[in-house]
């Protein structure tokens, strides 16, 4: 009777031993699983947040290049060109725009790209060289904003 009692808890333990060990590799796989999901979520809008930003900065110097040639010779090939480009810069941008809206889940940070944006889309409207300066320096800051908001997301 002993010898029989030795080996079920002998049975019991290894089963309660095997169950507990599935517990806790089945835990620790779940923790791997969400810092791994984590960290590519990170790595993504590290990038996202970068080539909007690259974006947009090539966009307000399309936007300045195309206010300074239209200024000297509105219809020659020159500001054509420029004008053409800051419209494939400004497409970059939106484009560049929607992928930090789908990865950011946060309207305040979308809405801070949103405004920088626009606020380098005015660039080429402005009416004298000192309108031109300062709403460069408007979208600047604007796009500022932007990534002092969102550096903390992603450390």
Known sequence: ???????????????AGSTLTF?????????????TRDQQLRNERIGAYSAFAAALTDFRR??????????????GPQFVSAR?????????????LCRVRLLC??????G????ALDATALIHGARDEQDRSARGEAARLA???FVNSVSPHTR
């Open 143 to 145: 796009l500022d904003r």
């Open 84 to 96: 053409a480009e800051s419209y494939q810069r400004r497409a970059d941008s939106t484009a560049a």
């Open 1 to 15: 009777m002993d010898a029989a009692l030795t080996s079920l808890v002998a049975v019991f333990a290894a089963l």
């Open 105 to 110: 889940g946060d309207s305040v940070l979308a």
């Open 23 to 35: 517990v806790f590799q089945r835990h620790i796989a779940r923790q791997t699983e969400r810092f």
């Open 62 to 75: 399309s936007q300045n290049n195309r206010w300074h040639l239209e200024r000297a010779d509105p219809d």
């Open 112 to 115: 801070l790209a949103q405004d």
